[in-house]
């Protein structure tokens, strides 16, 4: 069990790197998110300037490794999580990191019990093909599954005893 959360969790991590690889300064992004904050400083306790809705285009001024800088078609400026923005409008309102493949008003434990034999439901499928959900990050998931099949518990006390993914 430990081991398919770590690989959920290192697999969503490797996915919003790919999906913020495709966001370029002077291009444009969405929020896919309800609610995305805007904050003034590039930090994650900067003074809040607005709270964009789903679907809210931006302007990329400017990308650091975590954050992005964006101007709103009104004009407002702030910073906002690359976690938080994608390069194409979202297909409904239940976007997030896995682009609306698993619900995000789940438990960790529902999500791996669920998962845990069987890898992508037969639902999730089918609501992946009818919401022109990239086919590549369908595959990445079914891969992650595969992988973490094969870690053991051991594996993942050792991972966040060395540190895991804060050294």
Excluded at 19 to 39: E, F, P
Excluded at 141 to 166: P, T
Aim: no cysteine.
């Amino acid at each position: 069990m430990k081991s398919r959360i770590l690989a959920l969790t290192m697999g969503g991590l490797l996915l919003a790197g790919l999906a913020a690889a495709a966001i370029s300064a002077g291009g444009t992004a969405y929020v896919k998110v309800s609610d995305a904050d805007l904050r003034e400083g590039n930090s994650l306790g900067g003074p809040k300037v607005a709270e964009l809705p789903i679907g809210t285009p931006v302007s990329v001024i400017q990308l650091d490794r975590f954050r992005a800088l964006v101007r709103t078609q009104s004009g407002t400026q702030g910073w906002i999580s690359l976690r938080h923005i994608q390069e194409k409008p979202p297909a409904s309102s239940s976007g997030g990191v896995f682009g609306g493949l698993i619900r995000e008003d789940r438990s960790a434990n529902e999500l791996g019990t669920a998962a845990s034999g069987r890898g992508l439901s037969e639902a999730a499928e089918q609501m992946a093909e009818l919401e022109d959900i990239d086919p590549a990050v369908v595959e990445s998931l079914r891969h992650m599954e595969v992988l973490a099949a094969g870690i053991k518990d051991a594996e993942v006390d050792a991972f966040i005893k060395a540190g895991g993914l804060n050294p």
